[in-house]
T-cell receptor
């Protein structure tokens, strides 16, 4: 079946370092969404990318959708302790349901 | 405040108990979902309702029984659960079931089966 995979599963960085998580789909996606889940919290929508090669920025976060629309990345510049959490990508299946990757958990050491 | 409210937030139940999780969304959405989140596993979609009709059952065991009386309310009835069912159960809603719709999650119900 269709799969969405994320790497790495865990990442520990020193505050101020950059961080990147990668998302790969086994099939071409019409769009990709990113969510963040803080420790003990629930997933919260961050952004949606639709176009091939699209790049969107939210302050220190940069999201990119691959040219083939099968991969995506989230890059955080100069991490802060508030960036701690698990970042999920999600893409729609051909039946419309959203398939989530397993997430990348980010730890930031102050 | 997420617009999706879940109760209870924490639940401990024995394997022979019957309990229910409740979800209410205040966003005017048409689709509602139950997800299960276990440690070290991706979010697992359990059920999807669109305009009160169940449109997806992701091979969920019958000890989990959903109920959707209207577009704003969703229940998950629990009966004779197993310890491995302990997890965070997330309710969510979206405007529709279309592929571009953003999903809004509730804060979740932490379930422990003893």
């Amino acid at each position: 079946g269709q799969q969405v995979m994320q790497i790495p599963q865990y990442q520990h960085v020193q505050e101020g370092e950059d961080f990147t998580t990668y998302c790969n789909s086994s099939t071409t996606l019409s769009n990709i969404q990113w969510y963040k889940q803080r420790p003990g919290g629930h997933p919260v929508f961050l952004i949606q990318l639709v176009k091939s090669g699209e790049v969107k920025k939210q302050k220190r976060l940069t999201f990119q959708f691959g040219e083939a629309k099968k991969n995506s990345s989230l890059h955080i510049t100069a991490t802060q302790t508030t960036d701690v959490g698990t970042y999920f990508c999600a893409g729609p299946s051909n039946t419309g349901k959203l398939i989530f990757g397993q997430g990348t958990t980010l730890q930031v050491k102050p | 405040e997420t617009g999706v409210t879940q109760t209870p937030r924490h639940l401990v139940m024995g394997m022979t108990n019957k309990k229910s999780l409740k979800c209410e969304q205040h966003l005017g959405h048409n689709a509602m979902y139950w997800y299960k989140q276990s440690a070290k596993k991706p979010l697992e979609l359990m059920f999807v309702y669109n305009f009160k009709e169940q449109t997806e059952n992701n091979s969920v065991p019958s000890r989990f029984s959903p109920e959707c009386p209207n577009s704003s309310h969703l229940f998950l009835h629990l009966h004779t659960l197993q310890p491995e069912d302990s997890a965070l159960y997330l309710c969510a809603s979206s405007q529709g079931r279309g592929t571009g719709n953003t999903i809004y999650f509730g804060e979740g119900s932490w379930l422990t089966v003893v």
